[in-house]
């Protein structure tokens, strides 16, 4: 994979595909993307996608589609950016687009690559940890709120040169860590984003709101603990959360005063993070679907099938589900549901 030759298509322009994007074509790649209206693609393609924050102030156009089947050639490297509701009809649109060595990034929330896989075939796929947040200000104008790097590597399969390539064009937006760990960094991000996405969905608080609760923090602690389980029959061994969240020595109780230890570790992360606002819940209040079924979902169905109990997070599962279906409302007041009781003395 020839580096500033590589076709590069971005499925998804929302915050991060479209930063993306916007970055590597100013960067002075071939780059194409792909979202879901007409008006937003007329905008992208006339007027360009307008970037800013930490990585500088510019305006970019790009080639637009609104469909991948309207993508005629085949490419070099598709980054998957869509939400994993959407994940599965993306991955069988761009089976099109595939060549014999084409990698496909998946950018989403949650673990997504297996039933990628499926689709695409496990070469194929490259498993990606997005650490950079970003948000849309508007469509067309997206700022990048915070750093991070990414970390990228094949769930199962070795890496090789062409995961060494795409690490060097991700680097152009920000420092790339390649991983034979990679299922243990998504599962990290995962059990986090079953924490506090999913709380954050299920109460309408923001972080620092819920950190403020004794009662949060006692289940974001079971949620971490049933992952745990969940992650040893899974025989996934857990990397730290952005390489400071040990989750095994977070959920050690036979460390002094362990208890105590976890309630102070998650009030300072929830004043470090005080205003973040949960992506699922600013999903539910657009009236879009979340990526619960990829994120406690997952632990719940691993835990359902290798016999591992996960009370707290199928009880999360289901009232998710039941707000998306309008049967629930989005309420602190969830927390008051029989299935966490036993949890907070």
């Excluded at 995961?163 to 960094?185: C, F, K, Q, Y």
């Excluded at 997952?298 to 289901?318: D, F, L, M, Q």
């Excluded at 989005?330 to 949890?343: D, G, M, Q, R, T």
Aim: with cysteine; aromatic share 6%.
């Amino acid at each position: 994979m020839s580096l500033k030759n590589t076709s590069i298509l971005v499925v998804g322009a929302g915050s991060v595909g479209g930063i993306t994007g916007a970055i590597l074509k100013n960067a002075g790649f071939n780059v194409e993307i792909v979202c879901k209206h007409e008006d937003y693609k007329n905008l992208i393609s006339d007027k360009g996608i307008k970037v800013a924050g930490l990585r500088g102030n510019f305006n970019e156009k790009l080639k637009a589609y609104i469909s991948v089947s309207d993508v005629k050639e085949k490419k070099d490297l598709i980054l998957l950016s869509v939400k994993a509701p959407d994940m599965i009809d993306a991955a069988e649109d761009v089976k099109q687009l595939l060549k014999d060595d084409t990698l496909v990034v998946s950018m989403q929330n949650g673990i997504c690559e297996p039933e990628l896989s499926k689709i695409l075939g496990e070469s194929h796929v490259v498993g990606c940890i997005v650490g950079w947040g970003a948000t849309m200000n508007r469509p067309g104008e997206l700022k990048m709120t915070s750093a991070g790097d990414f970390v990228i590597g094949h769930v199962e399969s070795e890496n090789d040169d062409n995961i060494s390539a795409v690490a060097a064009i991700l680097e152009n937006i920000w420092p790339v860590r390649i991983t034979d760990n990679m299922m243990g960094h998504l599962y990290s991000k995962l059990v986090i984003n079953s924490c506090i996405t999913s709380m954050g969905a299920v109460t309408g608080l923001l972080l620092g709101e819920m950190m403020n609760r004794r009662r949060i923090r006692k289940l974001f602690i079971e949620i971490i603990r049933e992952a745990l389980e969940v992650a040893y029959v899974l025989k996934i061994d857990i990397e730290a959360y952005g390489g400071k969240l040990d989750y095994y020595d977070f959920a050690n109780d036979s460390k002094r005063l362990a208890e105590l230890r976890r309630h102070i570790i998650l009030r300072l992360m929830g004043y470090k993070y005080r205003r973040l606002k949960s992506s699922s819940l600013q999903s539910l209040q657009r009236g879009k679907l979340t990526e619960i079924d990829y994120l406690n979902g997952y632990i719940a169905a691993a835990g359902e099938e290798y016999g591992v109990p996960t009370p707290v997070n199928s009880a999360v599962v289901r009232m998710v589900h039941e707000i998306e279906d309008g049967k629930r409302k989005i309420s602190p007041v969830n927390l008051e549901s029989e299935a966490f009781e036993k949890y907070y003395y």
